[in-house]
């Protein structure tokens, strides 16, 4: 096991230091192949932003004091995502066999260089000293995920591009992007422009926590235009991130429904909500035209979203209103159900076929698998009272992400998920039998924005528990050490300084028992912003 180094999160699955340093400086020169010329100049580009030197190019391989990137076939054991370090005091050299994995083995070489207090000045030039060693290195899950909920809060393109690059750092792969919500539609949809001239605003919003009475008393609106989610998702690509977006349906959707109330049950016109919460207008599954307005949605977000797999959501579905809709009784008769249950899984089985015959896969929230869901759709696992279907869906051969809720909602504060919890988490349930463990795709951390209005809050409900993800998403569960883990989080939180990334400090991620009991009802309750 490794231990106490104080190197990199997240671990790697092997690490020998050797004796004596690399030493980068000006004068060091780097090569990569034509074909990965594009992460040559991303390191160029990354040292020169935070290290203010332009490292430049050599056309030889391994030549003295050099980096080195290069695709090699004979390294397809580790994976398209698995890398080799090789660090000398004459070369380093990164090796994979994809161009993701040299993307991997920079990000290691990130957390290696050393910041601020250890940048030794020579002849009044800087030089950065990276330790000899040998790194074979690969991932434990295909999905690395976080999420994050632009709908209670929309936050900006610029701030996005932040989260895309602190999660590459951390060989996160899978980016979220809950982009509809009750409180807020966030994605420019050129065939029903309400979605955003109405649904993406709201007169005001609830601060202060769950049992406030308090409105910030100013409006609150945003959305992306087609062209900025472009943007994003080839600054995505760039970090080999994929951006899996998420239009939240048959619930959650009241935006929506504000801009056009002819897909909801009722018909009635209702206001964006100013409050959080879980709302009864839910797109109504008995009529036609719902399910022409959804397609047309989702063609427009296949076109801009290349991921194979689109989140339609699914969760906390309230049946109220189609238990006394006309049209959800006449789809039912017609449909032959019998519980209200039954048109949820209707409605699932409608948008996931949808997206299949266009050759993409479905993921959901656990509510939508049942006995009849798709092999082929993907379940998310959140809520403890999904276990049931989850594991049945395993049994059946379907493939599950894990987001538990108790260990992995960042938008809960340390009181109620200490960072130790959430870093001894283990996202393969226990009784699960060896033969289903490639059924678990992953792991994904979400974070709910009901209060969390501005980037300084984000920061500090993401990091450091974000890390901690991380490193159950790709280190062995056997090289996982929590004591190695506070001590390599020193360095990457000054990483996260040279980022100006407000995380939660050493002494409050880790609230004493006495305190946490004490303190949880502030689960509740948060700052006024
Ligand atoms: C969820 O937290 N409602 C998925
Ligand atoms: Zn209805």
């Known amino acids: 096991m490794i231990q106490y180094d104080n190197l990199m999160i997240p671990i790697p699955v092997n690490l020998n230091l050797k004796d004596g340093k690399f030493v980068l400086s000006k004068n060091t020169k780097i090569h990569s192949a034509e074909s990965v010329a594009n992460l040559k100049h991303y390191f160029i580009s990354y040292f020169s932003e935070n290290f203010g030197v332009t490292i430049k190019s050599s056309k030889e391989y391994l030549i003295e004091n050099s980096i080195n990137f290069k695709l090699d076939d004979t390294l397809t054991k580790l994976g398209p995502e698995g890398y080799e370090l090789i660090i000398t005091d004459e070369h380093i050299d990164v090796r994979s066999s994809g161009e993701a994995g040299i993307f991997y083995g920079i990000q290691t070489i990130k957390q290696l260089l050393p910041r601020d207090g250890d940048i030794s000045v020579l002849n009044r030039e800087f030089t950065w000293e990276i330790p000899c060693l040998i790194i074979e290195d690969f991932p434990r ?65 609830k601060i202060g926590g769950w049992t406030s009475k308090k409105y910030r008393g100013q409006p609150h609106e945003g959305f992306y235009t087609q062209e900025q989610v472009k943007e994003i998702v080839q600054y995505a690509k760039e970090r080999f991130i994929t951006i899996v977006p998420e239009i939240e349906m048959p619930g959650h959707s009241s935006a929506a429904i504000a801009s056009y109330p002819e897909v909801s049950c009722k018909e009635e016109k209702i206001e964006v909500p100013i409050k959080f919460g879980i709302f009864s207008d839910v797109f109504c599954p008995g009529k036609e035209i719902t399910f022409e307005f959804l397609i047309n949605i989702l063609d427009e977000v296949l076109d801009l979203f290349p991921s194979e797999i689109i989140h339609i959501g699914g969760d906390e579905v309230p049946k109220k209103n189609w238990k006394s809709c006309s049209d959800c009784k006449g789809r039912m008769e017609e449909e032959g159900l019998e519980k209200h249950n039954e048109l949820h899984s209707y409605f699932t089985e409608r948008i996931s076929d949808y997206l299949k015959s266009n050759g993409r896969r479905t993921i959901g929230w656990n509510e939508i698998l049942d006995e009849k869901t798709d092999v082929d759709v993907i379940g998310q696992y959140w809520a403890p009272t999904g276990k049931k279907q989850v594991l049945k869906h395993i049994r059946k051969g379907g493939e599950i992400v894990v987001s538990n809720f108790f260990r992995y909602y960042l938008d809960y504060n340390y009181f109620v998920t200490p960072l130790r919890k959430t870093y001894n988490f283990e996202p393969i349930p226990r009784k699960l039998k060896k033969e289903n463990h490639e059924q678990i795709k992953g792991v994904e951390a979400p974070i709910w924005t009901e209060w969390v209005p501005n980037t300084a809050r984000l920061d500090w409900q993401v990091f450091p528990r974000l890390a901690a993800v991380a490193e159950t998403a790709w280190s062995l569960k056997q090289n996982k050490n929590y004591k190695s883990f506070i001590f390599r989080l020193e360095k990457f939180n000054q990483i996260l300084d040279s980022m100006n990334v407000n995380y939660a400090s050493s002494d409050e991620v880790n609230p004493k028992c006495l305190k946490r009991f004490i303190n949880l009802r502030r689960a509740l309750k948060w700052p006024e912003v």
């Open 141 to 205: 899950f295909t999905w690395r995920g976080f999420m994050f909920d632009v709908g209670r809060h929309f936050h900006s393109i610029d701030v996005i591009k932040r989260v895309l690059d602190l999660i590459s750092l951390l060989k996160m792969n899978v980016f979220h992007w809950h982009l509809t919500e009750d409180q807020g539609w966030r994605i420019e949809i050129k065939k029903y422009p309400q979605l955003t001239e109405i649904g993406s605003r709201r007169k005001d919003s």
